[in-house]
């Protein structure tokens, strides 16, 4: 890759705006659910499949289910998505709120 074109590339990293939001793991195979929140909601399932592949997930009962059932029997949902208009205070506080309400809604774990 030649040095310009590097450049642009890293540049259009930079200035692409994150969505942050709540998202569900479904167990297909037993109903479970476990609800998160993160500010890369687009992204996050990469980083939690990578986590549950290697055994080193930080919510037991979820790397306990994977264990057991396997990934084909889960699925990752958004749930809700903020818009990218408020301050990273509001984000973090309207976070909370909606995975707050999610868990309660769906009965679920929440996920560390």
């Known amino acids: 890759m030649d040095r310009p074109n590097r450049k642009a590339l890293v540049a ?3 200035e692409k705006k994150t969505v942050a939001g ?4 479904i167990c297909n195979a037993t109903g479970q659910a ?8 687009d992204t996050q399932q990469n980083g939690l499949w990578f ?8 919510t037991p009962t979820l790397q306990a289910a994977w264990r057991e ?3 084909a029997e889960f699925r990752y949902e958004q749930l809700d998505r903020l ?3 408020l301050s990273d205070f509001a984000r973090a506080d309207e976070l ?7 868990i ?5 774990t929440p996920l560390a």
């Open 12 to 14: 259009a990293y930079k």
């Open 22 to 25: 709540v998202y569900a793991v």
């Open 34 to 41: 476990w609800v998160g929140q993160s500010r890369h909601i």
């Open 51 to 58: 986590t549950l592949r290697l055994g080193s997930c930080r």
């Open 69 to 71: 059932h396997g990934e």
């Open 83 to 85: 818009a990218d208009d």
């Open 96 to 102: 909370k709120k909606r995975a707050a309400m999610w």
């Open 104 to 108: 309660a809604r769906l009965q679920a």
